[in-house]
């Protein structure tokens, strides 16, 4: 997979001018549909940690790596149902994607401690997961009764990429700093540079490292 290591170099090396040398992103590689061989393609490339999301999909994945003795960081960073929380409740090393408070108690109860991100909808748009702005204060409330570490936010920028992603980012980073917090994941494929240079701590690539996706 000689692809995969030369799009994960050229991916890393553009994280690194967007951050100027000031400071350090995290990167999270999107393995979304490509099956375990080619995630463990890139684990050798030096991916290191992955998202998925679908839980079905990382369950089966975290399974079939583990028994090669390949064990990455997983992220959640799609929508998840409460019921399938357990599934990969034991393998999820940081979940994107909470935006409610039964969701909270749900990973709160299958897996203490665990370090969650509060996914919140700054476009606004009907289609994108994410708890509205105006809940953010009450989700945070309920976060702290329970046994998680919420360590930031997550968004994502406009479905339309012709419009200017900036004020999305801006009002994310600006409420990651208004209550305190640790990180802010925002950045995709299209976006991420921008994203970084709007306060983004930790980006979600996809295609940009593993190449056009499996239908």
Same mark, same amino acid.
């Given at each position: ?10 991916? /890393?090396?553009?994280?690194? #001018? ?11 590689? $999107?393995?979304?549909?490509?099956? @375990?061989?080619? $995630?463990?393609? *890139?684990?050798? #490339?030096?991916?290191? !940690? ?11 994945? &975290? ?18 149902? +409460?019921?399938?929380?357990? +599934?990969? #409740? @034991? ?8 935006? +409610?408070? @039964? ?7 299958? *897996? =203490?401690? @665990?370090?969650?991100?509060?996914? $919140? ?16 204060? #009450?989700?945070?409330?309920?976060? &702290? ?19 200017? =992603? ?10 990651? !700093?208004?209550?305190?917090? +640790? ?31 499996? /239908?």
């Amino acid at each position: 997979m000689q692809g995969i290591a030369t799009r994960l170099a050229e991916v /890393q090396q553009r994280i690194d #001018a967007a951050c100027h040398g000031e400071r350090s992103v995290g990167l999270v590689s $999107v393995s979304k549909r490509f099956d @375990s061989h080619v $995630v463990a393609a *890139a684990i050798t #490339a030096g991916c290191t !940690d992955l998202g998925e999301n679908y839980a079905q999909e990382l369950q089966a994945k &975290a399974a079939s790596l583990a028994e090669e003795g390949v064990q990455p960081r997983w992220h959640m960073i799609g929508p998840v149902q +409460r019921n399938k929380v357990k +599934r990969i #409740a @034991s393998v999820v090393h940081l979940w994107h994607s909470v935006d +409610r408070e @039964s969701l909270l108690t749900e990973i709160s109860n299958r *897996a =203490p401690g @665990s370090a969650v991100l509060l996914q $919140v909808n700054f476009t606004g748009e009907d289609s994108k997961s994410g708890a509205e702005p105006a809940q953010l204060g #009450a989700l945070l409330d309920a976060a &702290a009764g329970l046994d998680l570490d919420v360590q930031g936010l997550m968004t994502m920028g406009p479905t339309d990429t012709s419009i200017d =992603p900036r004020p999305t980012f801006e009002r994310c980073r600006a409420a990651v !700093d208004h209550h305190g917090l +640790r990180h802010c994941s925002m950045g995709m494929s299209g976006d991420f540079e921008t994203a970084i240079a709007e306060g983004s701590t930790m980006v979600r690539i996809g295609s940009a490292i593993f190449g056009e996706r499996p /239908q």
